[in-house]
């Protein structure tokens, strides 16, 4: 069974600011990795997903993998207070397993 | 395109009842996944069905869960004699495929209270 664990818990950054979240998951094999974001009261919509090593720019998001150290990262520039949800991270083949989120509050 | 669609929204059971949470995916999506989300446990995968086809249900409690897919345009998770434990967010999430890496599209969720 595929491990995730996303740091920090929670992030709080003032409006402008870079915000950086961090996932390390244990299966080096797991072919999707991906980041959903998720409001109050809502399903977890998908933001951005990497399969192959190295980086991925979508927009104001950056998402780095090294797969050797089991570790995605995921970088939203210039953040805004909209940006303010639970970002997930999510791995796996068939079935995928999420970690437990990194609540992010974007200060105005 | 409405997005996956759940129902009911809320669901407040006593102890030892039933409940029957509803799923309608995306047309033309023929994967379809169930979640359980709390606040402890996080977001914990149930069951998939692949062209109505159950294809894993190793997260579903064995006794009183079960889920159906009779046609490709609903799903449903019924859970019987309801516990306070089983008080949690269950999502319902679609796909196009799932012999690839495909985005799941996830419903607003159905939370479900057991008095």
């Known amino acids: 069974q595929e491990k995730v664990q996303q740091s920090p818990e929670s992030l709080i950054v003032p409006e402008g600011a870079m915000s950086s979240l961090n996932c390390t998951f244990s299966n080096s094999a797991s072919q999707s990795i991906w980041w959903y974001q998720q409001h109050p009261g809502k399903g977890p919509e998908a933001l951005i997903?990497?399969?192959?090593?190295g980086n991925k720019k979508e927009g104001r998001l950056t998402v780095y993998l090294n797969r050797a150290s089991l570790h995605v990262s995921l970088h939203i520039r210039d953040s805004q207070p909209s940006d303010s949800a639970v970002y997930l991270c999510?791995?796996?083949?068939?079935?995928?397993?999420f970690g437990d989120g990194t609540q992010l509050v974007v200060k105005p | 395109n409405a997005g996956v669609i759940q129902t009911p929204r809320h669901k407040v059971t006593g102890k030892g009842q039933e409940a029957t949470l509803w799923c309608e995916p995306i047309s033309g999506h023929s994967a379809v996944f169930w979640y359980r989300q709390t606040i402890v446990q996080g977001l914990e995968f149930l069951t998939y069905?692949?062209?109505?086809?159950?294809?894993?249900d190793s997260g579903m409690p064995k006794e009183r869960f079960s889920a159906q897919m009779p046609n490709q345009s609903h799903s449903t998770l019924k859970i019987q004699s309801t516990q306070p434990q089983d008080s949690a967010v269950y999502l319902c999430a679609s796909s196009r495929d799932r012999s690839s890496a495909e985005t799941l599209y996830f419903g607003s969720g159905t939370r479900l209270t057991v008095l």
């Open positions: 069905f692949r062209n109505q086809a159950p294809i894993d």
């Open positions: 997903s990497i399969f192959s090593n």
């Open positions: 999510a791995v796996g083949n068939n079935r995928i397993f």
